[in-house]
């Protein structure tokens, strides 16, 4: 039973009960006494102790701790705060300039988005008739909390930070910047942290390999699907929900073996860098394979929705795609993990909506079941009166 921490104005009456209690036959409370003035100082200073008291049993367990010493509990089973990511940094934007074929563009060339954020040429330009094309990296923030503030789609105006003779200065992205993610936050910090004490390692089981997944930066939510390959192979699969929501959380790259493992062919990108990660630590014998999940787009029709405002259909959705978020998986029942949605699921999360009674989900009729593999994302919302 948790305890009744008593309000302000209970403790000021508490007090004044007290000393009234200790004087009898006078009237010690009169507006202008000096025990009235005394009793309503040490209330407050009751209530600051309560707040301290409080704020110390929040910070004395991993459940409730907050910023370093969730760090701290965390850091006591090796999760640590993922850093924030540069757009970029991972899988290059590309950015395009009109201009007289051959001029140089030189790596390190600071070019400038119309709202100010600088970006960092990180290749040679390459020509193309009379257009350049440059990789680049959003810059990292003085702070190094943010990162989601260089993402940018394809068409963005950009601008060189320093003319060059020979090429326009305004230009255009034509690789969209993607992979910009701010400082993980407590609650995800949190919820890799309780599986990792939730999970005692056992020298490379099933969960070992979801831990060590989740240790790489930007991975959000993994599985493990052992001999999903053949006998002797596991299969690791991940999702980057922040860094790749550009991709609707998918990670970018080829499936594949980390790059030290002679059995097979290397993963690229986001999921090379997961087999790379967990290449030291698997049992030494075990061939990873780092693996994207399939999209298992799943189409709605829903009726009873005449009267839904924009605002309440994009809610709908949200709410459809939270669900998938947090019950979908690749994994199927015979691979030990329950590969269903069950669709009393969406149902109670579009009734929480406020105003959105006497709807009916006419399509799917029935529990979304997938293949090993496959992760469902929400597609088209049909609107029905």
Known sequence: MPYARPTLTQLRAQVAADIQSGLPGSDPLLRFSSLNILGTALAGLAQLQYGYTDWVAKQSNPFTAEEEFLEAWAALKNVFREAATQAGSTVPGQITFAGTNGTPLPIGTPIARGDGVGFTTTSAGVWSGSNVTVNAV?????????????????????????????????????????????????????????????????????????????????????????????AGTVVVYTMFDVTEAANNGFPQGVSGVAALEPRGTPATLDLLTVANWIFPLRPATALVYSVAPTQQVVNF??????????????????????VFVLYGSPLSTAAGQNGVIDLSYIESAIAAISGTQGFVITSPTANIVGTTGQLPVLGTITWLP
Request: one cysteine or more.
């Open 301 to 322: 029709t829903i009726t009873g929705t005449s009267s839904f405002t924009t605002a309440m259909k994009s809610a709908i959705a949200s709410a459809i795609s939270g």
């Open 138 to 230: 959003a810059n990292a923030d003085p702070s190094g909390l943010t990162g989601a503030f260089g993402n940018c789609a394809i068409g963005t105006v950009m601008t060189l930070g320093t003319a060059i003779a020979g090429i326009n200065s305004t230009g255009s992205v034509s690789v969209a910047f993607t992979g910009g993610a701010d400082v993980e936050k407590d609650d995800s910090l949190r919820a890799r942290m309780l599986q990792a004490y939730q999970n005692t390692p056992q020298g490379g089981a099933q969960n070992d390999y979801v831990t060590w997944a989740l240790q790489v930066n930007g991975v959000t939510r993994a599985w493990c699907n052992p001999n999903g390959f053949g």
